[in-house]
């Protein structure tokens, strides 16, 4: 369930957004990238307003080491945990996290990207096949909670969210797995690139 704020009538600018919330009520602001009408439904690309971070726990408290894993911390129960830890080491890099709906995000000015600041991790992939796709991200900061050890890194391309018009006033995410879905997606992302 989402709140819908966006004109339909006018072309998407910065300053359409609305308010994503998911089931435990948690909002995350979006702005409209780009909008595309398909066979009478209305189909939005997003963007977060704030920064999206995500938390990585290090196996054996040990990132020092090539061998070590890094795990994407996934778990709402185990974010929530360790919430308050990574909110106060994040302030101390004028950054202010925020517990939002589908991803954590950060309102503040990132420091500058350096190289040796970037982690590129394998993660799964929407593809059949169950081949892996690399992400990069930019590092942020580190904490210790309760003697293990997490980071906290932004991702460097940009999350976007699918989401389809239920009425004027609700929206829907969606996942774009099927052929239909691939092709509305990649006719926003073109529009938006022009």
């Known amino acids: 369930m989402s709140a819908y704020l ?84 994040l302030a101390e890099l004028d950054l202010s996290l925020k517990y939002t709906a589908y991803t954590l995000t950060v309102s503040g000015e990132l420091p500058p990207i350096e190289d040796e600041d970037i982690l590129t991790l394998e993660i799964e992939g929407n593809d059949p096949a169950g081949e892996m796709e690399e992400e990069e991200l930019q590092f942020l900061a580190s904490f210790y909670h309760e003697e293990e050890r997490y980071s906290i890194y932004t991702p460097l391309a940009p999350l976007l969210f699918l989401a389809k018009a239920i009425s004027e006033t609700k929206i829907e995410l969606v996942h774009p797995d099927n052929d239909e879905l691939k092709h509305i997606l990649e006719e926003l992302l073109f529009e938006d690139a022009d």
């Open 6 to 89: 966006f004109n339909q009538e006018n072309e998407p600018d910065e300053s359409d957004s609305i308010t994503l919330y998911d089931e435990a009520g948690r909002p995350l602001d979006c702005y409209v990238e780009n909008s595309l009408e398909q066979e009478d439904a209305q189909y939005l690309l997003l963007m977060p307003v704030d920064i999206p971070v995500v938390i990585i726990a290090w196996e054996e408290d040990d990132d020092e080491t090539e061998d070590a894993e890094a795990i994407l911390l996934e778990d709402q129960e185990e974010i929530s945990g360790i919430f308050a830890d990574a909110k106060a080491v």
